[in-house]
């Protein structure tokens, strides 16, 4: 490790300063053609990188990813994409104290405690809601973030610092973008239509993507409120400015500090809602990280069916069983985003609500406005698996 220094000396001529970066912990949700395009150079600057994605690797990812590969491991599965890019930063960073972390889990599945103590979010999910889920987290957290996006040759992406509430936020650009699926997606047939994700875009805006953040890490806000298009085919960029959106739906206002909490996920919902209003809310409300699905209409006939799940668990519109088409009725889908006093849900565990352990319980007042904010314990070993370079 004699030359370990001498490795970042071009880093630091450039105004670049390794020590912020070995500093800076970096989520990337989605490894897909985003994900595994930002590897390679993360684990060159030595960021300290989490990889978010519950997805195997496929043969068709091969094509537009440097370090996805489809060797089964020792019990026959295929590897998980999130896993294969934590050990390929590990593999290729110069830094002698280098770990990555996993989780093969939808990015909806951690847990706002954990994400809170990140310093940026690279997100390359090819799913709308969960893009917006996101983009909602990052601002709400304060958290730098970044969405990209791939229609080949181009690419681009949206930066957002997230510094202050009343910064430009990705909403004020895409403001119809929901965080929930509306629930007819989950009845509509899947286009089977291929996306021709090339590397070249995806590597190319990836790197300009890094280069944002980087940038934000150094307080330098160029790319706060742009948005970078990158088209291969024309050969040229831009980056285009935004403005706060008057009408904004999006969270221009911050989370509290957390406050911790001696129950745990297995406490009832009603607890935090107790705690709440002995912290004065006179009509606390306790708010999802995700809609809860108490029911859908059944696929086939119409029926109410029970669902009882965080919306981004549930993947297709369930199917009543046996029985099934016997009935003409066309149920209502039933999904809650808050639960108050009064709503059977407050009996529920936090956990069967979605709010697990490092859970953040976000209860608003319906009167007041007034805000708290209660995490509950856990370990973040059991959120993310870690590489060190001894056991790459
Ligand atoms: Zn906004
Ligand atoms: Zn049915």
Known sequence: MADFAATYECLRAAGRDPDVLHGKRLLVAGCGNAGSNATLTLAVLGVEAAYVDPDSVEPKNLAHSPFLDVTPRPDGTLPFKAELLARAHVAHSRRPDQVAHWAAAPLQAIPWGVLRTFDGMLVGIDD?????WAARVGALLGIPTIVAGFYPPTGNFVAT?????????????????????????LYATAVGTVNPALQTAAAATMNVAIEAMTRFWHDDLRYDGHVFR?????????????????????PHE??????PVA??????ARA????????????????????????????ACGREVPVEQPEWMVRTAPCCGSGCGASGSTAMAHIVETVSPTNPLADRLLRELGLGPLALCVVEDA????VR????????????HTVTRSER
């Open 161 to 185: 610092s997230n510094r202050d509430a009343d910064s430009p936020c990705y909403f004020c650009l895409r403001p119809t973008e929901s965080t929930t699926r509306a629930s007819c997606s």
């Open 367 to 370: 009167e007041s406005g007034g």
């Open 128 to 132: 709308g809601p969960s893009r917006a």
């Open 272 to 299: 935090v809602l107790d705690l709440a209003r002995a912290d004065g809310l006179r009509s606390p409300e306790l708010m999802l990280p995700s809609a809860y699905v108490v029911s859908l209409p059944c696929r």
């Open 254 to 259: 911050r989370l509290p500090e957390p406050r």
């Open 230 to 250: 990158l088209d291969l085919g024309e050969g040229c960029g831009e980056l285009t400015s935004f403005r706060r959106y008057v009408d904004c739906p999006g």
């Open 373 to 384: 904010v209660y995490e509950l314990p856990g370990n973040v070993s059991d959120v993310f």
């Open 263 to 268: 129950f745990d996920a297995d406490a009832p």
